[in-house]
């Protein structure tokens, strides 16, 4: 039985993707391949190169917000998302991987991004694993877009933000973790939350569509936090663990 894992995109609310697969890796779930957008896409490639996933939570908790941000309002998005880029290679070279490339993964991975220049979706199946990282991560007016192969790639939210259709041909069972919502229960508070909220109810009607391919959805209660609330990061991870408890054993009983 060949398992895939579908990471979603959503910001903070992404991080419950931690919880899910450290519940994952206590029942000793096999992941085969993982699909994974914005944060999902990050989350899910740290993951496929290998890293434990108790090392991502603690890099995660431990690394200060400020560390992200470079303005870059001249370079087409509030930050310039540099800062992301080499903080990333910093942490793989850490562990020994450098610059690691999806072809070299653990894992085998895929992140979604769009491109501006078509509008077509352009999933990274080779090449470097943090441009990837960086691509799908970039949500459109907030991190500046990723030049790449002649294409200004932005976050994959924008058309597929739960990739659960790449692994469908491929896999026996697939899991996928969403963790948007189609409305929301306070009013934005500032322009991130504006422009972030807005880009996500664009996304709603493909995000549904596919979860049909999916065997088992988790779906964290992270609906209340706000997408950019830095303060929640330990309680999205929190929930996504809870979710993931509650629900493994309709993944248990499909590999039986």
């Not at 000793?28 to 989350?43: K, L, V």
């Not at 994959?156 to 259709?165: I, K, R, S, T, Y």
């Not at 909220?197 to 979860?211: C, D, E, G, K």
Request: charged share 25%; glycine share 10%; proline share 4%.
């Amino acid at each position: 039985m060949k398992v895939g894992l579908a990471l979603g995109g959503g910001a903070i609310r992404g991080l419950a993707h931690i919880g899910v697969l450290k519940v994952l890796k206590k029942h000793r779930i096999p992941i085969d391949f993982i699909a994974g957008t914005s944060m999902g896409g990050a989350i899910g490639g740290l993951v496929a190169a290998g890293i434990d996933i108790e090392e991502i939570e603690e890099f995660v908790l431990r690394t200060p917000s400020y560390r992200l941000v470079d303005i870059g309002i001249r370079k087409r998005g509030i930050f310039a998302g540099n800062k992301i880029y080499a903080m990333l290679i910093r942490f793989l070279g850490n562990k020994g991987l450098g610059d690691i490339v999806i072809e070299d993964l653990a894992i085998p991975f895929r992140a979604v991004s769009v491109d501006l220049m078509k509008g077509d979706v352009f999933v990274f199946d080779e090449g470097s694993l943090v441009l990837a990282i960086r691509a799908t991560t970039s949500v459109p007016g907030i991190f500046s877009p990723v030049r790449h192969r002649g294409k200004v790639l932005v976050d994959g939210g924008v058309l597929n933000n739960l990739p659960a259709d790449l692994l469908r041909p491929e896999m026996d069972v697939v899991i996928a973790v969403d963790v948007e919502r189609e409305h929301e229960e306070q009013e934005p508070r500032n322009l991130f939350e504006v422009v972030y909220r807005s880009f996500t109810i664009m996304t709603t009607v493909q995000r549904r569509a596919n979860l049909k391919y999916a065997d088992v959805v988790f779906r964290p209660e992270v609906g209340h936090f706000f997408a950019f609330d830095i303060g929640r990061i330990r309680e999205c991870i929190e929930a996504g663990e809870r979710e993931a408890q509650n629900k493994i054993h309709e993944v248990l009983t499909l590999l039986n």
